[in-house]
């Protein structure tokens, strides 16, 4: 992956693609270029992305809980799939490497963030009381 900066045109969106996974699409290749292996990463990413929103989508129409089988409230199945969607959706972000995003990390993680805020906090109270 290089970046683009307009050097080169955006390849046509996959019609396969939705509305947001065609607007990352246009995002990425916007900002980068991409080999041949990347490229299927991308178009792996955006699909993951659309899929997403349509178990989102389905999870928002029949609700978190759904009645099972014998009449009992159950966690509706999307719950978990979207939860291993978002699991492979920040994965192949990852491996993508791309680089940090104009005021930090395109997509951080909320307790490296934290971890981090507390790092930060820790290490500035040490050199107050060192001066």
Do not use: Y
């Not at 992956?1 to 080169?8: A, Q, R």
């Not at 290749?29 to 699909?47: A, K, P, T, W």
């Not at 509706?76 to 104009?102: D, G, I, K, W, Y």
């Amino acid at each position: 992956m290089v970046d683009n900066l307009g050097k080169h045109p955006v390849p046509a969106t996959p019609r396969s693609l939705e509305k947001r996974g065609r607007a990352l699409w246009r995002t990425l290749f916007s900002g980068f270029e991409f080999d041949l292996e990347e490229r299927d990463m991308v178009h792996e990413l955006c699909r993951t992305l659309d899929t997403i929103d349509a178990l989102s989508g389905r999870i928002d129409a029949d609700g978190t809980m759904i009645t099972g089988s014998t009449g009992q409230l159950v966690l509706h199945p999307a719950v978990a799939e979207r939860r291993q969607q978002q699991t492979s959706f920040a994965r192949m972000l990852q491996m993508l490497n791309l680089p940090e995003a104009e005021g930090g990390v395109a997509m951080e993680r909320a307790t490296s963030s934290r971890a981090r805020a507390a790092a930060d906090a820790r290490w500035s109270k040490g050199s107050r009381k060192r001066a």
